[in-house]
């Protein structure tokens, strides 16, 4: 049994960690476990990281979220070894796995096009390895989002407008997708992405829509929480 698994059950049986401290502790303890791991698995980590990005990135880490994960490499080495002695102890402990193995450029090139990589990359956040890899993505990420502002804020009117439709208002519904509804989660995030493009929030609003985002995000740890399913 790994440690991620040990620290993940000791935490969900500790009911006074709710909300975003319920997160934050358990991406410290999947932190802490991925950075052994990769410890032992990589002698040489010139040229290679371990990057979260998402919601993972973000420090949002629910008990049912998935673990999203870029394991960047330097053009002349190759990650192959690394990434099977990586992915497979996590598939191992039964959580969920988001996973990519690139290059930088190879990162870049698909976020000018495909805009859920273009928001992951938004949050990327050092674990392990070259950090000097990281911190190209991460501020290479943001001058693209922010070269391409226009097109993307465009595309995530777009989806917003689509998703609503589909999902409903998380405030009138009696069983809300508090994820994806209309005011739920994902509206928190697109706000953010937004911002990041272009600061256009109102005095006050940036705590206002941390604080429904909290609301929202305790919520979501305790459904999860007590019906061990992620919906």
Aim: with cysteine.
């Amino acid at each position: 049994m790994t440690v991620a698994v040990l620290d993940r059950a000791a935490l969900l049986a500790d009911t006074t960690k709710v909300g975003r401290d319920f997160c934050a502790a358990y991406t410290a303890a999947v932190d802490d476990w991925l950075a052994a791991l990769f410890a032992d698995v990589v002698d040489d980590a010139d040229g290679l990281a371990l990057v979260a990005v998402g919601g993972y990135g973000r420090g949002e880490l629910a008990p049912g979220s998935d673990l999203d994960l870029l394991l960047l490499h330097h053009p002349k080495r190759s990650a192959d070894a690394a990434a099977q002695a990586i992915w497979y102890p996590i598939w191992d402990t039964g959580l969920k796995l988001g996973h990519a193995v690139r290059t930088v450029k190879e990162a870049l090139t698909l976020a000018s096009s495909d805009l859920d990589t273009a928001t992951s990359l938004l949050s990327c956040r050092h674990l392990a390895g070259d950090r000097a890899l990281t911190t190209e993505l991460a501020d290479e990420a943001l001058a693209l989002w922010r070269k391409r502002s226009k097109r993307w804020l465009a595309e995530v009117a777009r989806s917003v407008r689509e998703r609503h439709r589909h999902q409903g208002e998380v405030a009138f519904l009696l069983e809300p997708d508090l994820k994806e509804g209309r005011g739920g989660l994902r509206d928190v995030h697109a706000l953010g992405w937004s911002e990041a493009a272009r600061p256009q929030l109102d005095n006050g609003d940036p705590e206002a829509l941390a604080e429904a985002g909290d609301v929202l995000l305790a919520v979501r740890v305790e459904l999860h929480r007590r019906t061990g399913r992620p919906g």
